[in-house]
């Protein structure tokens, strides 16, 4: 397959992914390749963590860090991580990069939350709705809606996305000033506020242990390294295939996460556009805004800190990624 001035081998191209909706894997390359244009500002230079789905999503999966043998058009990260093991990452920056891991089974878009140039410094906060238990899908609308206007009365551009399972993404553009505990900090603190003004426990909570909720998780902690989420636009391994779709906030009310899929996000795009466009271009600073929020303000000079057996640590970022 020919993709801009790149030949990508596509195996299998007939191999059925989605069995229920009749999409092969040569129906999931081809839409990621159409939809590259929307897709690729949300992965591009970000690690790429490979969950594989060789036999489509009715057959075993596994997760992959560590990037295979690869052509020149796919980027790559090392990564140290607290055991002290290390890896290299795949950086996917263009459409055919996009296509080879398509190719090999990666259904999913997983990326980390902050870029390759500072990885331990996000440049998006994010407050995910995740809803159990039977919680209906009008409470994550309505708390969405109260998430929006704490972020707006912060002066946080925000940009709602299906998450293509069962639950809402809000994200917020942000510099990367801070490390991720300092940004999980702020945004536990927004989660908190959105939970007070809702007011109902069987609404909302921030409450942590799963056994303790009652209502849709506003849950902050996803703000943390090495954490990915399902990107916009990526593909979910749900029967119907499913895609994590950017909305307009005023689609938020009336939105049904089924809506969206494989077979009708062309036709969205063409309709609507691309709601994140110029997303990365307003991204805002956290550091005079937690006083805001009440809390101790943000530290920019901090580095994110573990413990490995007793010991501190700070990742190790040598090896930079090969951009081609």
Known sequence: MRIGRQEVAISNPDKAFFPQAGLTKGDLVAYYVDVAPCALHHIRRRLFHMKRYPNGVEGDFFHQKRVPAHPDFVGEQFVQFPSGHSTVFAVVDNPAALAWVVNLGCIELHTWGSRIDDIERPDYLLIDLDPSGGNPWEFVREIALVVKEVM???GLASFPK???????????PIRPELAFPEVRRFAK???????RRVDDQDVATTTW??????????DFG????????????SVRPTADARVSAPLLWSEVARSDPSRFTVKTMRRRIAKVGDPTEGMWRRKA???????????????????ELRRSRGRRWVSDQSGGARRN
């Open 152 to 154: 707006d009365e912060l």
């Open 162 to 172: 299906t998450s293509g399972a069962t639950g809402l993404h809000i994200l917020a």
């Open 189 to 195: 603190a927004l989660a908190e506020e959105v939970e």
């Open 209 to 218: 242990r799963v056994a303790d909720r009652r209502g849709v998780f506003v």
């Open 222 to 233: 996803q703000n943390a390294r090495d954490r990915t989420i399902a990107s916009a636009y």
């Open 285 to 303: 600073s956290l550091l005079p805004r937690f006083d805001q929020l009440g809390i101790p303000p943000g530290d920019p000079s901090a580095v």
